[in-house]
């Protein structure tokens, strides 16, 4: 079984950056499938990357060439690297582990002036 804490979100300035983490104890992440989602004010959960075991990646369309996805094995966390943040990027985003069948709590991001 593995657990996840998100972490890193809050609020950024239209343009900005921010960097999320997923932090997973109980079991390795390294060469497991991840995956970032995100659900913002009444709508449902959408997905936004993946990582997979041979760490190829992917993105919604929305989020390609501004989002990286990635992870650091050593420390046992998945990242989310956001940049050229716009406002409806506003959302809970929740990291969640396909192998493990396992949701973080999510952490919350608000892109706003």
């Known amino acids: 079984q593995v657990q996840l804490v998100e972490s890193g979100g809050g609020l950024a300035q239209p343009g900005g950056s921010l960097r999320l983490s997923c932090a997973a104890s109980?079991?390795?992440?390294?060469?497991?499938?991840m995956e970032w989602y995100r659900q913002a004010p009444g709508k449902q959960r959408e997905w936004v990357a993946t990582?997979?075991?041979?760490?190829?990646?992917n993105y919604t369309d929305s989020a390609k060439g501004r989002f990286t996805i990635s992870r650091d094995n050593a420390k046992n966390t998945l990242y989310l690297q956001m940049n050229s943040l716009k406002p409806e990027d506003t959302a809970i985003y929740y990291c969640?582990?396909?192998?493990?069948?396992?949701w973080g709590q999510g952490t919350q991001v608000t892109v706003s002036t």
């Open positions: 969640r582990s396909i192998d493990y069948r396992t």
């Open positions: 990582i997979y075991a041979d760490d190829e990646t």
């Open positions: 109980g079991s390795a992440i390294r060469n497991s499938m």
